[in-house]
């Protein structure tokens, strides 16, 4: 039987609870449609070392600001999970846990969604299911060869997991480096750490408040037709959370240039040297989740759907929520997605 709603939210992660706190507060009716069985979106599958950028009250969500956790300044993730948690009955979400949505398809004045829990019409859908589920894998010549073990970021959970091991992180990001700082400072893991360019690392005082503001000057630089700022980009790639600067100011950081091909056994580089390997951690980022989308035919040719906003260009009644700066400036942070959800909750609420 097909359900009828306003508006569908792909997703039940921080993009789609920010948007369903603003159609809650437009009065629309709304629906969603979360894949991930349990409340908490990707937090609660990430690292166990990981923590946020920001401190506690500089990581909310509208309406509701997170709680300090005890004995942190920066919250971790299992932290971010229980206040989302909070946040989703807090507000009385509609969220359907474990209904993944397959495929959103024209169907004359409305959008029609096939999901595991059945069809859904409505006036308009919100796209929120982010990145966490589509990692990115580099086309590395002889990775079918390695015999050894291969993670992705998503797979990665604590350095217990290769007591005694060989592992090479490869990837210059945050979550490179600060996998490569937990799996270093534990002590009982040799990691090499490798990267496409030489690092860069974040002044020491700036952390997730900073990125926020230096995001948001850049959009608001752009929208007024003035010169791009570089954003984040001209600051550098990595923020110096404690543990990476633990881990940096030992000298456990150094990274080596990214080698040409893997072997059996380990990988090599251009000049011919060699090193071994049990295991290989790929922190090669992600691509945005968007295989739901494909029957709308949206995609430009670097596979991001043109964006006016947050509304699809060539499908008015869809919006993109949380996907990075292309739908909202640091909207794919939880202080940052609350403005780009206001926004598309107006434009729905405006929808004929």
């Known amino acids: 039987m ?9 997703g039940g992660g921080q993009a789609g609870l920010a948007a369903g706190y603003h159609l809650r507060r437009r009065g629309l009716d709304f629906v969603i449609l979360d894949s991930d069985a349990a409340p908490g979106g990707s937090w609660q599958h990430m690292w166990d070392s990981l923590h946020l950028f920001s401190p506690a009250d500089h990581s909310s969500l509208p309406g509701r600001l997170m709680p300090a ?73 002889g990775r079918g060869l390695f015999t050894g073990r291969q993670f992705h970021t998503v797979n990665y959970r604590s350095p217990a997991d290769f007591a005694g091991q060989r592992v090479i992180v490869v990837g210059g990001g945050n979550s490179g480096a600060q996998i490569t700082a937990d799996l270093a ?19 020491d005082d700036i952390d997730g408040r900073a990125l926020f503001d ?17 954003g984040l980009a001209s600051l550098g790639d990595i923020v110096a959370v404690p543990p990476v600067r633990a881990a940096r100011d030992a000298g456990l950081l150094t990274a080596k240039p990214m080698f040409s091909r893997l072997t059996a056994s380990g990988v090599r580089w251009d000049d011919g040297s060699h090193t071994g390997a049990d295991a290989i951690v790929w922190c090669t980022g992600f691509r945005p989740a968007l295989s739901h989308l494909a029957p709308l035919n949206l995609r430009g040719p670097r596979g991001h759907i043109p964006t006016d906003g947050t509304r699809a ?35 729905i609420a405006q929808l004929n």
Do not use: M
């Open 2 to 10: 097909t359900q009828h709603t306003d508006v569908v939210v792909v």
């Open 69 to 141: 956790q005890a004995g942190e300044t920066y919250p971790d993730a299992e932290h971010v999970v229980e206040y989302l948690t909070d946040y989703e009955k807090r507000y009385n979400l509609p969220v359907q846990h474990g209904a993944r949505v397959g495929a959103v398809h024209r169907d004359g004045e409305r959008l029609l969604l096939e999901a595991d829990s059945g069809t859904w019409r409505a006036r308009a859908v919100i796209s929120a299911t982010g990145t966490w589920s589509r990692p990115f894998l580099p086309a590395v010549p």
């Open 185 to 203: 400072l534990d002590g009982s893991v040799h990691v090499t750490w490798v990267t496409q360019r030489p690092p860069r690392f974040l002044p």
């Open 214 to 230: 230096v995001a948001t000057a850049r959009r608001r630089a752009l929208d007024a037709g003035l010169a791009d700022t570089g």
């Open 313 to 347: 260009l060539g499908e008015p009644r869809l919006h993109l929520l949380g996907y990075g700066d292309w739908t909202g400036p640091a909207s794919a942070t939880l202080i940052g997605v609350g403005r780009p959800a206001h926004d598309a909750a107006r434009e």
